[in-house]
């Protein structure tokens, strides 16, 4: 496509009050005006053949990673070359679909050498299928008259998955920090609520594990050593009803808490507990059996990133009652999800109260900073009044539902988007040094 710079069209305006003015003091010479046209139009057509001529043999080549983690930035790149004649330099711009951000959108870079390259920043927005679709090329002729803008099709597919990467990097942080098994030997034999074997008592050692019977039967101290009980069962319930995929910080709270649901399952499979994974909004959308062992981990990894977004409301009823249903023992049902009022949190704590009668309930919510900012704002303008007494009443009732679920008997971790996986992972720990499960 070729098309008029702001130069050209610039350089004819200009031309058009000098051609009248010369037109009104010396009509004889009206000419001046159209042959001033003409002669524009003549040098426009030979920027345009010029610069038609620099584009021949013009590819255009795009690289990328095949997959990407939601959130995570990574580095593409976009590359022209010319075979015959280049321009000095070139327009260079990115068409993607709305899953993917691609940063710079256009920018000017040099071709000397008859090549140029445009680094990009792509970030994921949402899990699915992005597509690149075309890459866009311009550059202006010799005499900066004219545009001479080319396209080409890409059509790239991106796979943007789970942040996987940094799942398992959280996870064998907090891991080693916290481990229960294989790290810290110690902690393995002592801390748990299943008993192993005796052994001396030793300083340091907690003195309620002195077994007193076997000591005055030996003649000395001798303590009792337990290990933490295995093969309990985690399920791991995904609320992706519509009030989850709503943004938060940028990314969607579902995308959130499939990174928090797949960190928690990575430290469950390698302590040796069984997971599995349920997913619902206003139907139960994916239901795994029960799966051990950190090799189970890619499946989870590839069904949690199935999951797809909905506009359709969460119903807890028919999503938690079928859950609970497949459970034939007592399990930990970790529920990721958001409510934004008591009424619609109704049905929601009706069922966690039943369901808690015979498992034991964790919920996982996202603090939601922007609307604390706006609450513990400085009221300054009418506006900032209205949006403060507004974000306070949400804030209220939020915690109110937060209480009643807490009476029913149910845990709850209500953290910051980036403090969640550290304290799901510690409250889930702390359930099973207590030995609730």
């Known amino acids: 496509m070729i098309y008029p710079t702001l130069r050209a069209v610039a350089i004819a305006a200009l031309g058009a009050p000098v051609a009248i003015v010369i037109g009104i003091v010396s009509p004889q010479l009206w000419l001046a005006a159209p042959a001033w046209l003409a002669v524009l139009a003549l040098v426009i057509l030979l920027d345009a053949g010029l610069a038609w001529r620099t584009g021949r043999g013009l590819s255009v080549e ?22 015959q004649a280049a321009p000095r330099r070139a327009e260079l711009a990115v068409e993607s679909d709305a899953r993917i951000a691609v940063a710079p959108d256009r920018l000017t870079v040099p071709t000397e050498g008859r090549s140029g390259a445009l680094a990009l920043t792509l970030t994921p927005r949402r899990r699915g299928e992005a597509s690149i679709e075309r890459a866009w090329v311009r550059w202006t002729g010799p005499l900066g008259l004219v545009w001479s803008q080319h396209s080409r099709a890409l059509r790239r597919k991106i796979v943007l998955t789970p942040d996987i990467a940094g799942v398992k990097a959280e996870a064998m942080r907090l891991f080693a920090r916290d481990a229960m098994f294989g790290v810290k030997a110690q902690i393995d034999i002592g801390e748990g609520a299943e008993y192993h074997a005796l052994r001396d008592y030793t300083d340091g050692m907690d003195p309620r594990s002195v077994d007193w019977k076997q000591s005055a039967r030996h003649g000395k101290l001798i303590s009792k050593e337990y290990r933490t009980e295995r093969n309990h069962h985690i399920l791991l319930a995904l609320d992706t009803g519509r009030t989850m995929c709503e943004p938060l910080a940028g ?20 302590i040796g507990d069984r997971v599995g994974l349920f997913g619902f909004d206003a139907r139960p959308r994916l239901k795994t059996g029960i799966v051990a062992g950190v090799g189970s981990f890619p499946l989870l990894e590839h069904l949690a990133a199935s999951l797809d977004y909905s506009d359709e409301e969460a119903n807890y009823t028919l999503g938690l009652t079928q859950l609970a249903s497949d459970l034939e023992r007592r399990s930990l049902i970790v529920v990721f999800t958001e409510f934004a009022d008591p009424t619609s949190a109704e049905l929601l704590i009706e069922n966690a109260a039943r369901i808690g009668k015979r498992h034991l309930l964790l919920f996982v919510v996202f603090r939601d900073e922007e609307l604390e900012a706006f609450a513990q704002a400085e009221p300054v303008t009418a506006d900032d009044v209205s949006r403060a007494v507004a974000a306070a009443a949400l804030l209220r009732e939020r915690d109110l539902v937060i209480t009643r679920l807490r009476r029913t008997g149910a845990h709850i971790v209500d953290a910051p988007v980036g403090a969640v996986g550290p304290r799901l992972l510690n409250a889930y720990l702390d359930l099973k040094r207590r030995d609730l499960l």
């Open 251 to 270: 990314l969607p709270r579902i995308d959130r808490a499939i990174n928090a649901a797949l960190t928690l399952a990575y430290v469950s499979l390698k």
């Open 62 to 83: 795009f690289t990328a990673p095949p997959r990407m983690g939601v959130g995570v930035e990574a580095r593409g790149e976009l590359a022209v070359a010319f075979r």
